[in-house]
């Protein structure tokens, strides 16, 4: 069947890369894309990097779309899909063929008081006024998120105090053990950690402890992780489980529908299960893949997954997976300002997470690339390059 019509929900950073990529590939039938804010397209890392520290006010990617021959429909926000067909608050399109990238929302805590959230530029915006000399700003996790704002709000002269539910920061993304390795970063900073506290809800003029405790706060910020933007979907027979189901070329369980972004939950060949991730990375490249095959082709993605973050003056760097790793072996000083933490599974490199090292983060991303086996003892010495850590 002729494709004539290609519906996009979501115009965030996966949206616009699979219109992109379609018209890069001579696609020159029609395609609507559609996004629920308002804005063009946009960048969402530097949110919480150079907007919050006053060096960006805008980070839209494409100001121009009418140069991509796309309907595009702004602040309209998906609704439910039958039939071939999508809903909007504002309408319907029918499709041949329908893109899901509606990303994913942030997580709340229950409470009357006033909290703030970082997801969208308005947030980051709106936010940033809010960061000044002497304020009392809380954060609520100490996730990647919550590192990079308590790493702005200290820059602006803010008493900073974050509030971590878990052993450890970054707990959750990298284990309490790596994430551990951090904790010294806030103190050094001038900023309060409060590790294994849990918040009861979120008052006004502050936060209500589950150990009983008062953490006042002018300011609260709550960054204790997203949910896919999928409730709309409920019923439409699309497969979905933490994200919608696709197979290694990114195909829905629906014929005809596609997900890529935070919100697809694809089968990596190379971890043999199916992962999910919120990586710029992820929503710059999977779209290669799913516009090849929505064209007609039979692309297989399986990333070696990259992030990077910028905490307290440290650029960190993690390439790969580590769930499911036997081994963690540490190379350099992990008390200063330059290391590494390397996860291996069976012998191989799964993962690699650097503090100042971006050539070992480049040389484990092509050894997890290639799959070889390593030797564990030349990972663990900083003065061979990590390149040269294969197996002999």
Not at 55 to 80: F, N, S, Y
Not at 129 to 153: F, K, N, Q, S, Y
Not at 331 to 354: I, K, N, P, S
Request: net charge negative; proline share 6%.
């Amino acid at each position: 069947m002729r494709i004539e019509r290609v519906v996009i929900a979501g115009a965030g950073l996966a949206g616009l890369r699979t219109l992109e990529e379609l018209r890069a590939r001579g696609y020159d039938g029609a395609v609507t894309l559609i996004g629920a804010e308002a804005r063009p397209p946009y960048d969402r890392p530097p949110l919480s990097k150079g907007v919050l520290a006053g060096e960006a006010d805008d980070t839209t990617l494409r100001p121009d779309l009418a140069v991509l021959g796309a309907d595009v429909r702004l602040g309209e926000a998906a609704t439910g899909l039958a039939d071939g067909v999508l809903r909007t608050d504002r309408g319907e399109y029918a499709f041949d063929r329908l893109v899901l990238a509606t990303g994913a929302a942030p997580l709340p805590l229950p409470g009357p008081g006033p909290q703030r959230m970082l997801r969208t530029l308005d947030d980051a915006l709106s936010l940033r006024d809010a960061l000044r000399p002497g304020v009392r700003l809380a954060v609520v996790g100490a996730g990647w998120i919550g590192a990079e704002l308590a790493t702005a709000a200290a820059r602006a002269g803010c008493a900073v105090t974050v509030v971590e539910a878990g052993p450890a920061p970054l707990s959750v993304a990298l284990g309490p053990e790596a994430g551990g390795r951090t904790s010294p970063w806030y103190a050094a900073a001038g900023v309060e950690l409060r590790l294994g506290e849990l918040v009861s809800s979120v008052q006004p003029g502050g936060l209500a402890l589950a150990s009983g405790d008062w953490l006042a706060a002018d300011v609260i910020v709550t960054a204790i992780g997203v949910r896919p933007s999928l409730s709309w979907l409920w019923g439409s027979g699309v497969a979905l489980d933490n994200g919608v189901i696709v197979d290694d070329g990114l195909r829905a369980s629906v014929p005809g529908v596609f997900a890529a972004g935070d919100c697809a939950a694809f089968f990596s060949r190379r971890y043999r299960r199916t992962l999910r991730f919120e990586h710029w990375d992820v929503a710059l490249r999977a779209p290669e893949v799913l516009a090849a095959n929505l064209l007609g082709g039979s692309e297989s993605y399986d990333p070696v997954p990259y992030f990077w973050s910028e905490q307290f003056g440290r650029m960190v760097q993690y390439a790969g997976y580590h769930g499911g790793a036997d081994q963690l072996v540490w190379r350099g000083d992990t008390g200063g300002e330059r290391f590494a933490a390397c996860w291996l599974a069976g012998g191989r490199l799964a993962a690699v997470l650097t503090v100042g090292l971006p050539r070992d983060l480049l040389q484990g991303r092509r050894l997890i690339e290639a799959g070889l086996p390593v030797d564990a003892a030349r990972i663990a010495d900083p003065a061979i390059p990590l390149r040269d850590a294969a197996a002999r």
